[in-house]
């Protein structure tokens, strides 16, 4: 059988003098005395053998035990190997799991010390070390002696056990008695006087002077003992003797350093005297205590060595008065573990208990939680744990007396939670077995109990902020490190979580805090403490992953999809199978904190990758893409915040829907199984001046060594020169490597320090001109252009250098900008100034979604030290992408420079914030300023076949089909091949207009592909549309396109209140009232109007029935297209009718479709749903009345249905004031070219006008609308009214 060697082994010494062989004789006899007849060899060895199993071992200082024993072990020297195992086999129980300790043959011998010998500035905290001449460590020891201070022992059975923090200290769980080198001396005591407890506590109320009274032995059984408690520097705690015969008890307070050990002798239930006691008021409860002095005594009890005291003269001032149980102290008993009824919602009591049970888990140990036999925590947060939970590991036993139970104090927590007050008492009973490390709790800087101290929090709201709090180091300890993050304004500046957790906390218990009062907790007859009284808490708020918010809300978007909330009902019942899915194809829904039960915060990292070319939110779960602005209306562009830390409140969490689906028909639209494939596409998006930086960023561009970072220029073997940045990569931060980052190790975060300080070179630009992310046939420099080369993903802006290059420091804070603030001796400007293309490919992708217009950059190359390295890189004959010499020559063409992926920007400013001092080089802008357009610019100007760019909002967005003429782009093609969220055949809508409620709207379309890098594209949203080319349609319309080059900004969010599902424009608010002289106007700057109008008649009316899939004549329930056959079995039914009505300024032709002509024609819906039904039969009914030349709409044989419509269009019932909304028919049936003024006959009665009347314009009914004669009055004055204000 072999034997476990220790891992720590020292040879023995041989004595080099008759002192040091006297000491190891003394320890000799020390092993034999412990060991018995069994020593820890593989088999027994006589008496006589004793000292060759001594030799065997090795002793073990407490140096080595610090510095080299990493992981936990025990030393059993009086132990055989069965004996070992059988003791760490009853250890395991129900955690075998956990492995035992392992064994190690070690010898120590030290002192047992209390500390205050060792540092005389350091506080006495009451715990017990072990010393020796090379060290001190605390011990944790289950039966304890106060002979045993500062004695020298050998201890035969203990366990070591390291801290899983390097920065913490361990600590020695002494397991059996040690047994002292030396015999210690036995003390012979007299006969004590005493007096007991129920003799006692009438003299604390005593008002005889102290200084009048002698001291006092009272002698007594130990009914509670409180922990020791440290306040102002001061560490005491108190005890509780009671007489034997009855509960009356008197307090006593222990506060003298050689005092403290006690707290280590006392036993509960046993007996004790203690000696040279005196009354005192505590100064601020005013309540009377026994003190000890400093020459008190703590004696065990024995009948036979005291006598009772008389009390002397100085005692008996006043009149003993007899204590009845009422006025008393009393002790609760101890009652079993139970259940009483829970009422949701109300205040309850809890219940105070003793139990025992064994530590099956650390739930977290600074915040003082562990949990017991598997089903029960503990928390002892309401106590300081000045002992920093020593021997409360996994696997031990404790006894828990007088605490309080707590039933399900948090939604999603322990339904059993034991909370341990200041009255109530932790005792250790047995160490645990298991090879666990151990995790410290302490007192000072700890974030948790300064929290609860501070705020008197209750247990719910203590237990919810250490969950909030396990959360958010468990999410970010990855890039701060859980100190930095966990670190507390005691000593220093608030760390993460506490600017997180302070604000919420301080909502919570505003208006209701109440300082603790320990003293009364402890000493007041009837017992109060922030345990008694609590209330089931559910939760206000969560702090979840990135991972679970995603999650989250694509759940929750598809929980509530409903496809027919997406379409208007009176539309969806008149579309047809590939209008109804393409309208579905693509849908969004937006939520809010408040969305979520409890409401959602949402904590992340801001970082920015190349990969994706946008901003994100990461923590260690996930990340999640957000749109960032400020509320002004300017973009986020601040790159000084790549990597801090955030919390956002205010937020709109954007879930965008995409969906294939086959639907038939409206009817099917409940039935989901139509649905083949879903995708979303979540994000977030929020006003920086909404967000919280909780930590900021570390610096982004760290030192190195210059020698080895050096920008030179060496030459190529072909004789040419080339720039090359020796820049080691791992000197630079990289904003991207986020799996880096994560699994980076926390000692390798906190060695970021520089030795030396290394130049970079910077210069400052403006950027003048930005275009978007696209697919570019761009080269590196050194490499052939292959034939059917990939394109390269990347983007271009256009700056303008100001100023000429210069030294900088990533620790320098520049306050004015010294490039526009040059001048030469006559005082003129001297600011220099050149355009360049700056060409962003690779890893430097990471910087478009921070580069915007009219924004002052710096571009700062780290580790360099040559002025001229934008210069020459410019002027390299290989120039990156290559550009004709011809071109190159000219003023016109700017000079290319090639963004290097370790190069860095910094934004500094806006070109509208400068100073006075700073306005003069504005001027020499506007050469290169880009022209930034209005709507009604583009639309009254036509800048027809040429780049405009405009802000505006969205007002509507929809998919529509893409032009069977147009022929897609080669980039197109290749974003398409890389994965797209719609089909090829989808193009994007956005109706846009200068506000919200503006009637002037410019259309702007863009192939659905583009739609994997464009965010924020949302109804109410404030845009800035950049480099969108013009165009005329063939209905002489002005609209615009979203071309490779183009670009976006989001200025403004949308807000909150809006529609967000909105498919049907205008519907959220009226349209302004209008007459009809007024469209001649501004024919192509109106989108939808109201108009109050008298109906002249129906030039032609058409109902039919048409095929879902087709669009042909569906007749009798078959669609009637037979080359090819058509297999559908549906019917959409359709109608259009096409109306004259005027307002006294003009006419118009209205084209109505659907549920608005049943409107125009007055029919109610029932008569509507029986026209629509006898159509059925026949497939279409068409008919003309009047003038409807040129509407291409052909009458058919009459039938009844005929006859009835004709009636009805010819009836003077139709001929009736009524409320038109209206928008101008874009796309009329025929295009009419432009006409002069027309003469025509009027008559009034008997007399004849002739005038000149306009061509008629088109519009589309948007809403009909029945008018009373009231109503029709006050509309009249309104429409008078705005006229007169307008003129």
């Known amino acids: 059988m072999g034997r476990k060697r220790a891992p720590l082994r020292r040879r023995r010494r041989e004595p080099r003098d ?4 006297e000491a ?3 320890v000799l006899r020390c092993v034999r005395a412990a060991g018995g007849g069994c020593l820890p060899l593989a088999y027994s060895f006589p008496a006589s053998s004793y000292v060759l199993c001594f030799f065997s071992c090795s002793f073990i200082s407490i140096s080595d035990l610090h510095h080299q024993q990493s992981t936990p072990c025990c030393s059993h020297l009086t132990w055989s190997t069965r004996e070992f195992k059988e003791w760490a086999h009853q250890g395991q129980g129900a955690l075998s799991v956990q492995g035992p300790l392992p064994r190690a043959y070690l010898i120590l011998v030290g002192y047992l010390t209390d500390g205050r010998q060792e540092d005389k500035e350091k506080l006495v905290d009451g715990c017990l070390y072990v010393k020796d001449n090379t060290g001190i460590i605390p011990c ?35 397991l059996g008695d040690p047994v002292p080198v030396n015999l210690l001396p036995k003390k012979v005591l007299d006969p004590i006087p005493v007096i007991y407890p ?81 009354v005192s008021s505590l100064k601020k409860s005013g309540q009377r205590v026994f003190v ?45 573990l139970g259940f009483e009824e829970e009422r949701p919602g109300s205040c309850k009591e809890s219940k105070i208990i003793s139990y025992v049970g064994t530590v099956t888990k650390i739930l977290n140990a600074q915040a003082g939680l562990f949990e017991l036999d598997n089903k029960v925590c503990l928390c002892l947060a309401y106590q300081q744990l000045l002992n920093s939970a020593h021997g409360l590991r996994p696997g031990a036993c404790v006894k828990l007396v007088d605490v309080h139970l707590l039933q399900k104090p948090l939604v999603s927590f322990h339904s059993i939670v034991l909370g341990a007050c200041l009255n109530s008492a932790v005792v250790l009973k047995s160490f645990s077995r298991l090879s666990t490390f151990y995790q410290p709790t302490l007192s000072s800087g700890n974030i948790y109990l300064q929290m609860l101290f501070h705020y008197n929090l209750g247990m719910p709201l203590y237990l919810w902020l250490v969950s909030l709090l396990e959360t958010f180091v468990e999410r970010f300890s990855c890039f701060f490190g859980r100190r930095r993050l966990l670190r507390s304004s005691v000593h220093q500046d608030r760390g993460a979580a506490e600017k997180f957790i302070v604000p919420l906390l301080q909502g919570m218990v505003s208006g209701r805090e109440e300082a603790r009062d320990i003293y009364n907790e402890m000493l007041a007859k009837r017992h109060q403490c922030p345990l008694q009284q609590y209330q089931t808490l559910d939760p206000p708020c969560q702090a979840p992953s990135l991972y679970k918010v995603y999650c989250m809300a694509q759940q929750k978007s598809w929980d509530d999809f409903r496809p027919s909330q997406l379409l208007s009902p009176s539309e969806v019942q008149h579309m047809g199978t590939q209008e109804l899915n393409r309208r579905l194809a693509w849908s969004y829904c937006t939520f809010s904190a408040e969305s979520f039960q409890p409401r959602v915060i949402l904590l992340g990292v801001l970082r920015t990758f190349s990969r994706s070319s946008s901003l994100y939110l990461q923590d260690k779960s996930s990340t999640l893409l957000c749109v960032i602005s400020h509320k002004d209306g300017r973009p986020f562009a601040n790159t000084a915040l790549i990597g801090a830390l955030l919390q956002v409140e205010s937020y709109q969490l954007v879930v965008e829907r995409f969906l294939k689906s086959d639907f038939p028909s409206w009817k099917q639209l409940e039935n989901l199984e139509h649905v083949r494939e879903k995708k979303t596409k979540v994000y977030v998006q929020f006003y920086f001046e909404d967000a919280l930086v909780l930590q900021a960023p570390e610096v982004q561009i760290q030192d190195g060594p210059r020698s080895k970072t050096s920008c030179s220029l060496r030459k190529k073997d072909d004789g040419s020169s080339a720039s090359e940045l020796e820049i080691p990569e791992a000197k630079v931060l990289k904003l991207e490597n986020a799996k ?20 970079c070179i910077s210069c400052l630009f403006l950027v003048t001109q930005k275009e978007g992310l696209g697919l570019r046939n761009y080269q590196l420099r050194g490499e052939e252009c292959a034939e059917g080369q990939e394109l390269q993903r990347s983007f271009q802006a256009t700056v303008l250098w100001l100023g000429r290059a210069h030294f900088w420091s990533p620790h320098s804070k520049t306050v004015n900008l010294p490039e526009l603030e040059a001048t030469n001796n006559q005082g003129e400007q001297d600011v220099t100034q050149q355009e360049v293309l700056l060409l962003f490919m690779g890893k430097s992708l990471q910087w478009f979604p921070l580069l915007h217009l009219d924004g002052l950059y710096r571009l700062i190359v780290p580790h360099c030290s040559d002025l001229e390295v934008f210069d020459k890189l410019c002027q390299l004959p290989a120039q990156f992408p290559p550009v004709p010499a011809r071109f190159r020559n000219r003023s016109g063409c700017p000079t290319c420079l090639p963004v290097a992926d370790t190069w860095h920007l910094h934004h500094e400013t806006w070109i509208s914030c400068l100073t006075e001092r700073q306005l003069v080089p504005r001027s020499l802008l506007a050469g290169v300023e880009q022209r930034i357009s209005s709507i009604p610019e583009i639309l009254r100007n036509r800048f027809t076949g040429s780049l405009v760019s405009f802000p505006g909002e969205i007002v509507e967005r929809n998919l529509c089909a893409s032009p069977r003429n147009e022929k897609p782009s080669t980039s197109l093609s290749l974003l398409q091949q890389k994965g797209s969220l719609l089909a090829s055949d989808h193009s994007v809508k956005l109706s846009v207009s200068v506000a919200h409620s503006s009637p002037v709207v410019l259309d702007v379309y863009m192939a659905a592909t583009y739609l994997q890098h464009l965010w924020g594209l949302l109804p109410g949203a404030k845009i800035l549309f950049q480099n969108l080319e ?41 349209p302004n009232l209008v007459f009809l002289s007024d469209l001649q106007l501004h024919l192509q700057n109106v989108s939808q109007a109201r108009i109050l109008c008298h109906l002249s008649c129906v030039l032609a009316l058409s109902l039919q029935w048409v095929c879902s899939l087709c669009n042909s004549i569906f007749r009798e329930g078959k669609c009637t297209r037979h080359n090819p056959p058509c297999p559908s079995h549906i019917g959409v039914r359709q109608a259009s009718a096409r109306v004259l009505v005027e307002d006294g300024t003009g006419e118009a032709l209205v084209l109505c479709r659907n549920q608005h002509v049943a409107a125009v024609l007055g029919l109610g819906s029932l008569e509507w749903e029986a026209v629509q039904n006898c159509v059925q039969s026949r497939g279409r009914v068409s008919i003309q009345h009047g003038e409807a030349t040129g509407t291409g709409c052909l009458e058919e044989t009459e039938d009844h249905i005929a006859c009835y419509l004709r009636s009805l269009c010819r009836s003077p019932l139709i001929c009736r004031p009524i409320l038109l909304d209206f928008s101008l028919d874009r796309k009329p049936s025929k295009i009419l070219q432009p006409a002069p003024l027309q003469l025509r006959n009027f008559r009034c009665g008997e007399v004849e006008f002739v005038s000149q009347v306009p061509p008629r314009p088109s519009l589309l009914c948007l809403n009909v609308e029945e008018v009373e004669q009231k109503a029709l009055c006050c509309l009249n004055s309104e429409r008078i009214r705005r006229s007169s204000n307008c003129c």
């Open 292 to 336: 000890t002095g400093v020459s008190s005594c703590l004696l065990p009890y024995c009948a036979e060595q005291v006598k009772e005291q008389p009390l002397d003269s100085a005692w008996q001032g006043e009149a003993p008065q007899s204590a009845s149980l009422e006025d008393s102290m009393q002790f609760s008993d101890s009652s079993e």
């Open 198 to 278: 129920a003799a006692a506590e009438p003299l604390l109320a005593s008002r005889i002077p102290c200084k009048k009274r002698s001291k006092l032995s009272v002698a007594g059984e130990l009914a509670k003992l409180s922990p020791l408690l440290c306040i102002r520097r001061k560490t005491f705690f108190f005890l509780f003797l009671k007489c034997f015969v009855s509960a009356v008890g008197v307090p006593v307070l222990v506060q003298k350093p050689n005092q403290l050990a006690w707290h280590h002798v006392l036993q509960l239930d046993h007996r004790y005297i203690i000696t040279g006691l005196s």
């Open 1030 to 1070: 013009c165009k005329v349609s063939r209905f002489n319309n002005i609209y615009c396109t979203y071309i490779s080059s183009s670009c976006i900004s989001v200025m403004s969010l949308p807000a909150s209140h809006l529609p967000l599902p909105s498919s049907l424009a205008g519907e959220s608010s009226s």
């Open 740 to 759: 880096q980052d994560i699994e980076r190790n926390e000692s390798c975060q906190s060695d970021q320090s520089s030795s030396g300080e290394t130049s």
């Open 140 to 174: 944790e020891i289950l039966h304890f002696e106060l002979e045993w201070l500062e004695s020298l022992f050998l201890f035969p059975s203990w366990a070591y056990i390291p801290p899983a923090d390097r920065h913490a200290v361990g600590y020695l769980e002494i």
């Open 18 to 21: 008759a002192a040091e062989a």
């Open 24 to 26: 190891e004789a003394a």
